[in-house]
């Protein structure tokens, strides 16, 4: 029995797409959890960024003020903000407005 001429050629082209399809599937997976991660992170920062506002708002409710300072809130309110992790800006204008709270992850 004789063989066809293109056999040879599809072997060579079938050994040389298939390290490219496992590249393509790697990248894609690895894409896929550099997502799932960057998501992760943005939902840590909104997470900290609710729970210091939760806590604000329950001092300026028992207090009657909007604390002076982040660092009144951890110490009265319980409030852990992770600092290794985050940068916190906490600006206040007055002792009966809501402060301006911005939350910042800190480069690794």
Excluded: S
């Amino acid at each position: 029995m004789r063989r066809k001429r293109g056999n040879g050629l599809w072997e060579a082209l079938k050994l040389l797409l298939a390290p490219v399809l496992v590249i393509a599937v790697l990248y894609c997976v690895l894409t896929a959890i550099g997502g799932v991660e960057q998501g992760q992170q943005q939902e840590n920062e909104k997470r900290l960024q609710d729970a210091i506002k939760k806590a604000v708002v329950t001092c300026y409710t028992i207090e009657g003020v909007y604390p002076a300072t982040l660092e009144y809130v951890e110490e009265h309110y319980g409030l852990v903000v992770d600092r290794d992790r985050y940068d916190v800006f906490y600006e206040i204008f007055a002792d009966n407005i809501m402060p301006d709270i911005t939350v910042i992850p800190k480069r690794k």
